[in-house]
């Protein structure tokens, strides 16, 4: 799959994250699971969206939240409605 792709469907799973009361942050093997992609994959990815400024994460990428610039990117990327 192609890894824009899984850029989105990572923020998309973060963006849920953000509508429970207490938004902790979403930690990589259950993005890993939910995308099943190998821990190591999603580590590089999360590291490659931080690097992009969508999201952050901790320094060893186990943990990850959505940042504004993020849940901008998701909002610019949904197809127009006619």
Do not use: C, F
């Not at 799959?1 to 207490?22: G, W």
């Not at 979403?26 to 099943?36: G, K």
């Amino acid at each position: 799959m192609r890894t824009d792709i899984r850029k989105l469907q990572v923020l998309h799973i973060l963006r849920e994250n953000l509508k429970n009361p207490s938004p902790q942050a979403v930690r990589a093997d259950d993005i890993a699971l939910r995308l099943q992609l190998s821990l190591p994959e999603t580590q590089l990815l999360l590291k490659v969206m931080t690097d992009m400024g969508v999201i952050e994460s901790s320094v060893d990428s186990h943990l990850a939240l959505i940042t504004r610039k993020g849940l901008h990117h998701l909002q610019s990327s949904r197809p127009a409605t006619v």
